[in-house]
């Protein structure tokens, strides 16, 4: 008996389809441009920030003359010193034969862009650290700014907030607007803290438990004042040891105020992402280019806390 069934008809089938549309990867959240001062730099490649420091106070006795001083002053620096690009090309051949051609060549430019973006995010918060004495409490005011996580086995613990809340008090920082930016794993240890995860000790608490901390980037409680955001971008692979306490598979944890007038660092751009693109007759193919030109340190000190835990005891 003729008629079409599966096994008759296996031409005519197509076993694998493949989609009409590209699967792109995800996106973590970029920040780093609201902790910024950003400032005109026009020409050149290095800004001189004068700075001025506070007026000495002296005792005074009747019939003596006043003793005069100088207010201390100081010179702050700053360069143009990253300079990146990213590129790539797609020959005429692969356009005549690629499917997915015009998607493949519509995802140059963002993807570019977004590859700058990140190396911008991760320079920024690298400063942090890196703008502070490695293997040192970097004291101001005899308040440590660096330290490693208080938790066992050198992970986060609650007390480090209201550590890192008495450091910026006694830096004079303003206590407003207060930021930690912490590494996923930190969000996981406070997520799991036994004062949090049992409300019965803490009914404060209650709450977190049902929803989690944070709503897309920011935690629905705040910490002994600081407002708590997660990022993938914190520096890491830090084997350091401070104050006696060793930490083997680091992660710089950031705590600072957001306070416009006290940003912790500061840069500038001396050129945004460009974006460029030229046919190469020689190699028979469209090229793309995208370049930057940017700037960034550590401008106040006094309000950096870094605060290094372990990322191995997820």
């Keep these: 008996m003729a008629g079409h069934t599966s096994s008759n008809v296996e031409y005519l089938t197509r076993s694998n389809l493949w989609s009409a549309e590209l699967k792109d990867v995800l996106y973590a959240d970029l920040m780093n441009q609201k902790y910024c001062k950003m400032v005109d730099f026009p020409d050149g490649d290095t800004l001189n920030i004068p700075s001025i420091g506070q007026m000495e106070i002296r005792d005074f006795a009747e019939g003596r003359s006043v003793e005069y001083t100088s207010i201390d002053t100081g010179?702050?620096?700053?360069?143009?010193d990253q300079y990146k690009s990213a590129g790539t090309f797609i020959t005429a051949k692969a356009r005549q034969d690629?499917?997915?051609a015009s998607q493949l060549e519509a995802a140059f430019l963002p993807k570019m862009s977004r590859a700058l973006a990140e190396e911008m995010e991760a320079k920024v918060f690298a400063l942090g650290p890196e703008g502070q004495t490695a293997s040192a409490v970097n004291s101001i005011n005899g308040a440590e700014h660096?330290?490693?996580g208080q938790g066992t086995n050198e992970v986060?613990?609650?007390?480090d907030f209201a550590k890192a809340l008495y450091a910026l008090q006694k830096a004079n920082v303003p206590m407003s607007n207060l930021v930690a930016i912490v590494d996923p794993s930190v969000e996981y240890t406070?997520?799991?803290?036994?004062?949090i995860v049992n409300v019965s000790n803490n009914p404060r608490w209650e709450g977190i438990i049902e929803t989690g901390h944070r709503t897309g980037?920011?935690?629905?409680?705040?910490?002994?004042g600081f407002d708590v955001y997660v990022s993938q971008f914190l520096k890491s692979g830090i084997s350091e040891t401070v104050?006696?306490?060793t930490v083997t598979t680091?992660?710089?944890?950031l705590f600072f105020s957001a306070a416009s007038d006290v940003l912790p660092f500061i840069g500038a751009v001396r050129q945004a992402p460009k974006v460029d693109s030229e046919w190469n007759k020689d190699f028979q193919r469209e090229e793309y280019v995208v370049t930057c030109r940017y700037g960034y340190k550590l401008y106040r000190p006094e309000n950096m806390v870094v605060v290094l835990t372990d990322t191995d005891q997820v």
Excluded: C, E, P
């Design 75 to 80: 010179n702050f620096t700053m360069t143009i």
């Design 98 to 100: 690629l499917f997915y």
């Design 146 to 148: 660096r330290w490693v």
């Design 156 to 159: 986060i613990a609650v007390q």
């Design 190 to 195: 406070l997520n799991t803290l036994s004062n």
């Design 217 to 224: 980037m920011h935690f629905l409680k705040n910490i002994f």
């Design 243 to 245: 104050d006696s306490v």
């Design 250 to 253: 680091g992660v710089a944890n």
